[in-house]
């Protein structure tokens, strides 16, 4: 599954317990959001983000990935934004959304 470029408004420290995710970062310009690099994190490793992050995250595997997230504020109740993935169009962060996304990969999870 692929979450979205999304970003959090507020410092994180993730940390991977099971499975793997792939980042995507992406930094604002006048044009747009524009690719900043990539960094893929496997069990047992940590990243601490900025306030200023833009991210996507994916999950290449077959199988579920297990990380503890670490938040400097109130992640559920900070306004933030999320950006179409085909358009880099960017709009108001909806929890909704990312929750229907996660429903929908549990889904296909294999059993
Ligand atoms: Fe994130």
Known sequence: ???Y???HRMW???GIYSGREDNAFYHRTEDGLRSRGEKTLSAKETIPLGEEV???VTNPLEQI???IHVYGGDFFDTPRSE???QTFQERPF???HARE???QANKRRPS
């Open 1 to 3: 599954m692929t979450l």
């Open 5 to 7: 470029p999304h970003d």
């Open 12 to 14: 994180a420290v993730i």
């Open 54 to 56: 833009i991210h996507a």
């Open 65 to 67: 990935t297990a990380a």
């Open 83 to 85: 950006w179409d993935p």
């Open 94 to 96: 909806d929890l909704e």
């Open 101 to 103: 996304i996660f429903a």
